[in-house]
């Protein structure tokens, strides 16, 4: 185990309008794990939301950008300069609409695909160099992206999101503890979680 502090970022949009929104699934995943260590994500700063404790034995800071997604990285950018955070040590959790609902791709590094907020941190950061988990909302219906992913998840995909929480959670606690080869055998599966 190292002493290194590990940056973990959920992306979305602050504000009541789009809580629990398919957009948010980064920041719903980061208030599942946070909620699971006893941590609440409420403190302003780098322009955002965070917290600062322990999981799995390992300083960790918590971070929901507030700056609206196409802007993620300025938030990214600001706290990992701070705590001088190599990008290999910033997590990343996000939705992505080409997954379906209850999927998750864990990689170590890789491009933004179509997601802003991706190319955000991305370009911020200089580096595509870092963990991301991608949590599942398609699959990609026809009509406008914009109000495809700012519309409420329905209660009635609740439960099987609420299960991509956790499993993305747990593939946070996973990586904290280097076992990131686990956590893509785990979920990098090809259907939907049971």
């Known amino acids: 185990m190292t002493d290194e502090r590990w940056l973990i970022v959920g992306l979305g949009n602050p504000g009541k309008r789009y809580e629990n929104t398919w957009h948010?699934?980064?920041?719903?995943a980061l208030r599942t794990l946070a909620d699971r260590h006893n941590l609440t994500v409420n403190k302003i700063r780098f322009k955002g939301l965070s917290t600062?404790?322990?999981?799995?034995?390992?300083?960790v800071l918590l971070l929901a950008p507030e700056t609206y997604m196409n802007l993620s990285g300025?938030?990214?950018?600001?706290?990992?300069?701070?705590?001088?955070?190599?990008?290999?040590?910033?997590?990343?959790?996000?939705?992505?609409i080409d997954l379906n609902v209850g999927m998750l791709r864990i990689k170590e590094q890789g491009g933004?695909?179509?997601?802003?907020?991706?190319?955000?941190?991305?370009?911020?950061?200089?580096?595509?160099?870092?963990?991301?988990?991608?949590?599942?909302?398609?699959?990609?219906?026809?009509?406008?992206?914009?109000?495809i992913v700012l519309s409420k998840i329905p209660s009635?995909?609740?439960?099987?999101?609420?299960?991509?929480?956790?499993?993305?959670?747990?593939?946070?606690?996973?990586?904290?503890?280097?076992?990131?080869?686990?956590?893509?055998?785990?979920?990098?599966?090809?259907k939907e979680l049971d």
């Open 74 to 96: 300025e938030s990214v950018r600001a706290a990992a300069d701070y705590y001088k955070i190599p990008s290999k040590n910033i997590i990343v959790l996000y939705d992505d």
């Open 112 to 147: 933004a695909g179509t997601h802003k907020g991706m190319k955000s941190i991305i370009q911020h950061l200089n580096s595509e160099n870092f963990p991301r988990i991608r949590i599942g909302m398609g699959p990609r219906p026809d009509g406008d992206m914009v109000d």
């Open 24 to 28: 948010n699934l980064g920041r719903l």
């Open 156 to 190: 009635s995909d609740h439960k099987i999101v609420q299960k991509s929480l956790d499993a993305a959670a747990d593939s946070c606690e996973l990586i904290l503890q280097g076992e990131i080869a686990t956590a893509q055998e785990r979920y990098n599966q090809k």
């Open 52 to 59: 600062e404790g322990f999981i799995c034995g390992q300083p």
